[in-house]
């Protein structure tokens, strides 16, 4: 089985610029969660997707959006980007999102904002 | 409130010598406990999770870690480190279906463990 798939590896932007970032998750998983890792602060939930719709919400700013299509894939997208965007920004599934359902990552899209 | 702390952010052991990652958990409701390891460049694998069944817990590569409730402890151990393991390993809580947590991880800031020939 395919694992997590995320596009692309790696971007670089300018501040200002929008930017949107893609997530293939495992066959059948329904749960999308996102993450942002940075040195300073770790790793911080986005948001979460389940059947197309946000069922949680991290604290970022509204900057920071997602959506989820029918076939579970999703994308995050950053709006007028930030140096302190710059982040290391994961995806991970799992079969309904419930606390003891393992979540599998994929292996991230590393974004650097100039 | 949910919230992990990693107690060491660095360990350093020789290989062949005994790993122990420390991590401590508070929780409102009954949690389930993750460690997931990441390697450079690489995205995060889980090694073991604990979900109210056996409270010690077996993962993949010989670690183990043990669920205390009386001391909300959920350490990391292997009786004898390979250089393989060197890489940085992440304490994680997840609580049950409420709505707030569904789909939620809570991550300790991590443990960068150095494993020395």
């Known amino acids: 089985k395919a694992g997590v798939t995320q596009t692309p590896r790696y971007l670089i932007k300018t501040r200002g610029q929008q930017v949107t970032l893609s997530c293939s998750p495992i066959?059948?998983?329904?749960?999308v969660s996102w993450y942002q890792q940075t040195p300073g602060q770790g790793l911080q939930f986005l948001f979460e997707?389940?059947?197309?719709?946000?069922?949680n919400k991290g604290n970022f700013p509204g900057r920071f959006s997602g959506r989820q299509f029918s076939n579970s894939r999703s994308e995050m997208n950053v709006s007028t980007l930030e140096l302190g965007d710059s982040a290391l920004y994961l995806c991970?599934?799992?079969?309904?999102?419930?606390?003891?359902?393992?979540?599998?990552f994929g292996p991230g899209t590393r974004l650097t904002v100039l | 409130a949910q919230s992990v702390t990693q107690l060491d952010s660095h360990v350093s052991v020789s290989e062949g010598t005994p790993v122990l990652l420390r991590c401590n958990y508070s929780?409102?409701?009954?949690?389930?406990l993750f460690w997931y390891v990441q390697h450079p460049n690489k995205g995060l694998q889980l090694l073991l999770k604990?979900?109210?069944?056996?409270?010690l817990v077996k993962g993949i590569n010989g670690f183990e870690a043990e669920f205390k409730k009386s001391e909300t402890s959920f350490h990391l151990t292997k009786p004898s480190a390979h250089m393989s393991d060197a890489a940085e390993y992440f304490c994680?809580?997840?609580?049950?279906?409420?709505?707030?947590?569904?789909?939620?991880?809570?991550f300790g800031r991590g443990t960068q463990l150095t494993v020395w020939p």
């Open positions: 991970a599934s799992s079969l309904e999102g419930r606390g003891f359902h393992e979540q599998f």
């Open positions: 066959s059948g998983h329904r749960s």
């Open positions: 997707y389940f059947s197309e719709t946000q069922r």
């Open positions: 929780s409102s409701y009954s949690p389930s």
């Open positions: 604990y979900t109210s069944a056996a409270t």
């Open positions: 994680v809580v997840s609580e049950l279906d409420r709505g707030s947590t569904l789909g939620r991880l809570y």
